[in-house]
């Protein structure tokens, strides 16, 4: 079946450590996208990708960092630099970058 | 500033009690409304793409329709799987790619 593959589902990371959620589309779609959702907000855009190799900051992207070297491949980085980092991630990808966004199943981070 | 405000921030229905949410936005060149629905703990299902004022999509109990400021999503005898939280997104800009703008939602709970 086709989708959005985030893993993992969970993730705890220590003060001072780089995590690093995955993101995997078998879609063929071109544009792929990291969210940041947070009790009683919308989703706010962290960076988004229109074609493999080329990716762009969205609103709050301090603190992260992606990388697109395949087209099915989407990886966030969580940097120590993200003070508040706890919060539900979402990755998302669309067949043109102007279309319609498909989800996956999300990572929660919490830091302990 | 583009703006997406969805409202009730809560609903509760009986089960087979119509009612309807609202997504109202004040965006330039609004290039499409997308809806989604929400379950806890998972990513956003995608619902429907609405283009133009007028413009309407159905599917089971749920109806989506647009005018030049607001969006309206009905719900015609819902059923207590019906129960999530339903998101609004709006697309808008003149060119290149132009980010979802998300409202916080509404959380619905029907009850049998």
């Known amino acids: 079946d086709g989708g959005i593959t985030q893993s993992p589902k969970y993730l705890f990371r220590k003060e001072g450590q780089n995590v690093t959620l995955s993101c995997e589309q078998n879609l063929n779609h071109d544009a792929m996208y990291w969210y940041r959702q947070d009790p009683g907000q919308g989703l706010r855009l962290i960076y988004y990708s229109q074609i493999v190799n080329d990716f762009q900051k969205g609103d709050i992207a301090e603190g992260y960092s992606v990388s697109r070297e395949k087209k099915e491949s989407f990886p966030l980085t969580v940097t120590s630099a993200q003070k508040n980092p706890t919060a539900f991630y979402l990755c998302?990808?669309?067949?043109?970058?102007?279309?319609?966004?498909?989800f996956g199943q999300g990572t929660r981070l919490t830091v302990v | 500033e583009d703006q997406v405000t969805q409202s009730p921030e809560a609903l509760r229905l009986q089960e087979g009690e119509s009612s309807s949410l609202n997504c109202s936005y004040t965006v330039s060149g609004l290039r499409g409304l997308f809806w989604y629905r929400q379950d806890p703990g998972k990513g956003p299902e995608f619902l429907f793409t609405l283009y133009s004022a007028g413009e309407e999509k159905e599917k089971e109990r749920l109806k989506a329709t647009l005018t030049k400021k607001e969006s309206f999503l009905h719900i015609t005898a819902p059923k207590p799987e019906d129960s999530a939280t339903y998101l609004c997104a709006v697309q808008a800009g003149s060119g290149g790619y132009n980010k979802l703008i998300f409202g916080a939602g509404t959380r619905l709970a029907v009850h049998p």
């Open positions: 998302a990808s669309s067949k043109t970058p102007n279309t319609e966004a498909f």
